[in-house]
């Protein structure tokens, strides 16, 4: 079965005290490790995927990481707005089941 | 393009009222999803559809039916409301289910209370 863990539930930072979101994960077959942004009342938001250990990603603050056993969301000089709650989810070998993480919650200070 | 959209948006039924949960997807994607999400879980399937004409059970499907009316749309009916099935709803698609670049793209949400 297919397991996702993230750490930590929550997490407080400064306006531009940089941080990282951690990602574990137990797979048979690793097809893909998906980043998503959730605000609050709203759905899921697309951010990254991942297919092999070593890629890399970057949109802006963000920047994703992935090795066999965790990703990493790298997150340089916050904003408030960068507030939300990261999921992260990966595919195994089944062809639809997107297995996911509880989520960690950002809160970034001004 | 307005991309997944919900309705409704808020709905609070009592204990045995039935109800369906509307879902349309304008991006030509061919498999469509129904999670629900809990205070402290993760985001769980509940059905999914690979693409028009097939439905099949998620990891929670119990006390739900699907319905893949056209490729557009995937309805999510709940027969007799429990209140174990408060929750709030997503719907998500993607572009072919199963392939590497198979991501899922999410609704707003539907958030139900049964009482």
């Known amino acids: 079965e297919d397991q996702v863990t993230q750490s930590p539930e929550a997490l407080r930072l400064q306006e531009g005290e940089s941080s990282s979101l951690n990602c574990s994960y137990t797979v048979s077959g690793l097809r893909g490790l998906f980043w998503y942004r959730q605000d609050p009342g709203k759905g899921p938001e697309f951010l990254f995927t991942l297919y092999s250990a070593g890629e890399e990603k970057e949109k802006e603050r963000l920047k994703a990481t992935l090795t066999k056993k965790e990703s990493f969301l790298h997150i340089t000089a916050p904003k408030p707005e960068d507030s939300a709650t990261y999921l992260c989810?990966?595919?195994?070998?089944?062809?639809?089941?997107?297995?996911f993480g509880k989520g960690t919650l950002l809160t970034v200070n001004p | 393009n307005a991309g997944v959209t919900q309705t409704p948006k808020f709905q609070v039924l009592k204990t045995g009222q039935s109800m369906t949960l509307q879902c349309a997807q304008d991006?030509?994607?061919?498999?469509m999803y129904w999670y629900r999400q809990d205070p402290g879980m993760g985001l769980r399937l509940i059905y999914y559809s690979a693409s028009e004409g097939t439905t099949d059970k998620g990891e929670v499907p119990n006390g739900y039916n699907v319905s893949r009316l056209n490729k557009r749309e995937f309805s999510l009916r709940l027969e007799s409301a429990a209140p174990s099935q408060t929750s709030v709803y997503f719907c998500?698609?993607?572009?072919?289910?199963?392939?590497?670049?198979?991501?899922?793209?999410f609704g707003p949400g539907t958030r139900l209370t049964v009482l």
């Open positions: 991006m030509n994607h061919n498999s």
């Open positions: 989810a990966v595919r195994g070998g089944s062809n639809y089941k997107l297995t």
């Open positions: 998500a698609s993607s572009a072919i289910s199963g392939s590497g670049t198979d991501t899922q793209y």
